[in-house]
């Protein structure tokens, strides 16, 4: 039976002031089953940072619930939250952010040393083992390439055994040979370790290697493939709805059986 590790109910993000409010999201329900890989895509301020931040609690929905494994992040103080961030949620950004005066071994560690914690060197090395870099555990990040920082960044991330791994657009910044080695790491760690991803990308061939695709646009999830997706298909449904966003909205729901004109 498979469960739902992430869930989102009616989220509502409004940026920007009372005369003039930015609708970053506009009640977005979906959920995030355990074990499974989810690609997020959109145009640009569609509002995919801003699902992954509050279904991280990095950032707090104007409106909505969000459920990581059981525990409701409205219910949570802010020392709940940090906590539940710290342990729970493992999050990876574009820009790597890895701390550029420590080794790889060192930033792995990091998340556990803040929580006070004294990690055993096994397994740091395990960690580094598992994104390929055993042989890199001393370097600094300005030695590494940037596809190694990145992993360096999963493998920090992952450190604490976290139940879900958000990433912001983790390619973005890589050429497509180390993309392919990124993407195919969080595939492996889904298939191999049961681990639950979601991932923003606007890039079609990095959303194939997902079991699922999120459509969003104006803050609002439009679209929804699962099965069969290839590059080719993403590519397509995307270039469907900019074409015609209307038409691709009714196709959308008749597939998903809502609408029977
Ligand atoms: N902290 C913020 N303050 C004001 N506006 C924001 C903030 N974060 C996001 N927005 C706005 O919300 C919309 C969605 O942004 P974002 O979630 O970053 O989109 P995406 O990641 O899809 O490009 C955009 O119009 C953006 O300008
Ligand atoms: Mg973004």
Excluded: W
């Excluded at 604490?160 to 760690?189: C, I, K, N, W, Y």
């Amino acid at each position: 039976m498979t469960t739902d590790t992430v869930t989102l109910t009616g989220l509502r993000a409004v940026y920007g002031t009372p005369s003039r409010p930015v609708t970053a999201l506009d009640g977005v329900t979906t959920s995030f089953a355990s074990g499974t890989f989810t690609a997020v895509m959109g145009p640009s301020g569609s509002g995919k940072s801003t699902l992954l931040h509050c279904a991280a609690g990095l950032d707090s929905p104007t409106e909505g619930i969000v459920t990581i494994d059981g525990t409701r992040l409205n219910d949570l103080g802010e020392d709940e939250l940090t906590r539940l961030r710290r342990d729970r949620i493992g999050f990876v950004f574009q820009a790597f952010n890895l701390v550029s005066t420590l080794t790889a071994a060192q930033n792995v560690e990091l998340p556990l040393r803040l929580a006070g914690r004294r990690p055993p060197a096994r397994d740091v090395a395990a960690a580094l083992d598992a994104v390929g870099l055993a042989d890199r555990a001393g370097h600094r990040p300005s030695e590494l390439s940037g596809g190694e920082q990145q992993r360096v960044a999963v493998a920090r991330a992952l450190i604490t055994r976290p139940v879900v791994l958000f990433a912001d657009e983790p390619t973005g910044a890589l050429d497509s040979a180390a993309s392919r080695q990124v993407l195919q790491l969080l595939r492996a760690l889904v298939d191999d370790h049961g681990q639950t991803v979601v991932m923003v990308t606007h890039d079609p061939s990095a959303a194939a290697y997902a079991d699922r695709v999120l459509l969003l646009a104006d803050g609002r999830v439009v679209d929804e493939l699962t099965g069969g997706i290839t590059a080719a298909a993403v590519a397509a449904r995307i270039a469907e709805r900019e074409a015609d966003p209307v038409g691709a909205s009714r196709h959308a729901a008749e597939t998903a059986g809502e609408l029977s004109c």
